[in-house]
Nanobody, 120 residues
Framework: QVQLVESGGGLVQAGGSLRLSCAASGSIFNINAMGWYRQAPGKQRELVAT???????NYADSVKGRFTISRDNAKNTVYLQMNSLKPEDTAVYYCNVGVVIPKKGYVEVWGQGTLVTVSS
């Protein structure tokens, strides 16, 4: 069983910053890509940013230059530093991790989500 624990969401004014964290725990052989997705009210879930096991990031165009994804492999943790936040960034942010676990092999795991609200 793999668990993802997210933290760092909250309410912030436009132009402000927040840092999200997502820590993976459990029986894990290896962690591959890690990423963040978000879902705004009435919209589909969308990719925000991903990072490979080697540390190569990928960003949605809407967050390039404002958000930074990073990971600490020793802590099985992925971070999302969000700067210059806009009201349109308001959403529930979900962590997604690709892991290799005993007996099942590769699986994708989702976090419970953390709410980010940006006021204008």
């Amino acid at each position: 069983q793999v668990q993802l624990v997210e933290s760092g969401g909250g309410l912030v004014q436009a132009g402000g910053s927040l840092r999200l964290s997502c820590a993976a725990s459990g029986s894990i052989f290896n962690i591959n890509a890690m990423g963040w997705y978000r879902q705004a009210p009435g919209k589909q879930r969308e990719l925000v940013a991903t990072i490979t096991s080697g540390g190569s990031p990928n960003y949605a165009d809407s967050v390039k230059g404002r958000f930074t994804i990073s990971r600490d492999n020793a802590k099985n943790t992925v971070y999302l530093q969000m700067n210059s936040l806009k009201p349109e960034d308001t959403a529930v942010y979900y962590c997604n991790v690709g892991v290799v676990i005993p007996k099942k092999g590769y699986v994708e795991v989702w976090g419970q989500g953390t709410l980010v609200t940006v006021s204008s």
